[in-house]
T-cell receptor, first 115, second 112 residues
């Protein structure tokens, strides 16, 4: 079955520190992978996506993620966190067959930023 | 280019009533998907429409239905509301099937 696991429910980092949010997926073929961010009371904003090719993908707001097939992982990273990065982050896998554009989300990681 | 819009943003209904939520996709996007977000279950896929046809459906009861119009706008309907239907309902649009999805701000439904 397709699934996404985000092991960390809540992470706190200091402003200016580096960040890595973990994501592991279970999928039978090469997946489409996404990271979204959600601020309180808001919808989801797409940070970055992986479809194929280079396994290190760059996104908006200085985020990047690396696809590692051997580890079934797609971890999100940022070298220096800003207070405005505090939000909830969701990793998602997209079906790549005739099921269309269904996204399966992880449970989310809430990021807090200490001044 | 305008983003995905959803109306209304907030809604309070009583158990047993029905509700209709509306979604206007990004101009040129032909696929619309709906998701339910709750603290307990997280983000769950409801259904997807492309060219006015439902292409994919999640594991929700038949009380949840939707449709898509020729201009790609979509509506979802929930009949006989239950307390557990209280959630944030998110609409997402994409150019086509299996493309990245862009989300609207959501409709917050509260069932009392």
């Amino acid at each position: 079955a397709q699934s996404v696991t985000q092991p960390d429910i809540h992470i706190t980092v200091s402003e200016g520190a580096s960040l890595e949010l973990r994501c592991n997926y279970s999928y039978g073929a090469t997946p489409y992978l996404f990271w979204y961010v959600q601020s309180p009371g808001q919808g989801l904003q797409l940070l970055l996506k992986y479809f194929s090719g280079d396994t290190l993908v760059q996104g908006i707001k200085g985020f990047e993620a690396e696809f590692k097939r051997s580890q079934s992982s797609f971890n999100l990273r940022k070298p220096s966190v800003h207070w405005s990065d505090a939000a909830e982050y969701f990793c998602a896998v997209g079906a790549r067959n005739n099921q269309g554009g269904k996204l399966i989300f992880g449970q989310g990681t809430e990021l807090s930023v200490k001044p | 280019k305008a983003g995905v819009t959803q109306t209304p943003r907030y809604l309070i209904k009583t158990r047993g009533q029905q509700v209709t939520l509306s979604c206007s996709p990004i101009s040129g996007h032909r696929s619309v998907s709906w998701y339910q977000q709750t603290p307990g279950q997280g983000l769950q896929f409801l259904f997807e429409y492309f060219s006015e046809t439902q292409r994919n459906k999640g594991n929700f009861p038949g009380r949840f239905s939707g449709r898509q119009f020729s201009n790609s706008r979509s509506e979802m309907n929930v009949s006989t509301l239950e307390l557990g239907d209280s959630a944030l309902y998110l609409c997402a649009s994409s150019l086509g099937l299996r493309e990245e999805q862009y989300f609207g701000p959501g409709t917050r439904l509260t069932v009392t």
